[in-house]
């Protein structure tokens, strides 16, 4: 079991391009969940999703910022026009359903760092 | 609105010592409280749990104690090693939402 699996683990864009970060669960999982973590601080909520169904996007920007867990294939979070604040350590993490408990507690994946120039 | 935050950002403990890491939270409507381990380059790592309805929860070399009357959530680690040098962070679960506090860099002194 190879685990949550993101790429790339680091990105580097210039203000105003695309970032695209893929996440892909544990096999068996179908919860994922995105936290975005700014140097030395906590990881911040962005989104929960399921398979084709965005759950929980309480925690994401209203602009330039979408998320989306195909049937197929790994979830995506998207960030178009990428400003230096977005620059910052973006966690992915699975479960196998709803985490109602620690105990189906969530597996973080390493994280995708994206700096933004 | 929720918050789970920390006491202390730091704490330097000599090797061999017990190391006791404080939260503080405020919903008290969260189903679980979780602890977890970060280190450098990585994700979060689960450490322990404990239920609402319980006050401590042992776990090998860590104690979790939760304290509802004053919302208080400590993580107590037993013999400190090297090892244990990390970021701790306390997160608070509730509706299927995992809520993080900034956390507490541990350093571990030979």
């Known amino acids: 079991n190879a685990g949550v699996m993101q790429n790339p683990r680091h990105l580097v864009r210039r203000r105003g391009q695309e970032a695209r970060l893929r996440c892909s669960p544990m096999k068996g999982h179908s919860h994922v969940y995105w936290y975005r973590q700014l140097p030395e601080e906590g990881l911040k909520f962005m989104v929960y999703l399921q398979k084709e169904n965005i759950i929980d996007e309480s925690g994401m920007p209203k602009e330039r910022f979408s998320a989306e867990f195909p049937k197929e294939g790994p979830s995506i979070l998207r960030i178009q026009q990428v400003v230096r604040g977005d620059s910052a350590a973006y966690f992915c993490?699975?479960?196998?359903?709803?985490?109602?408990?620690?105990?189906?507690?969530?597996?973080f994946g390493a994280g995708s760092r994206l700096t933004v120039l | 609105g929720e918050s789970v935050g920390l006491h202390l950002p730091t704490l330097s403990v000599q090797e061999g010592d017990n190391s006791i890491i404080n939260c503080a939270y405020s919903n008290s409507a969260s189903d679980y409280f979780i602890w977890y381990k970060q280190e450098s380059g990585k994700g979060p790592q689960f450490i322990i749990d404990?239920?609402?309805?319980?006050d401590k929860r042992q776990g090998q070399r860590v104690t979790v104690l939760l304290n509802k009357t004053v919302k208080h959530l400590s993580l107590q680690i037993a013999a400190t090693q090297p090892g244990d040098s990390a970021v701790y962070f306390c997160a608070e679960l509730n509706a299927g939402k995992s809520t993080f506090g900034d956390g507490t860099t541990l350093t571990v002194k030979p």
């Open positions: 993490a699975s479960s196998p359903r709803l985490a109602r408990s620690g105990a189906n507690v969530l597996t």
């Open positions: 404990i239920r609402s309805n319980m």
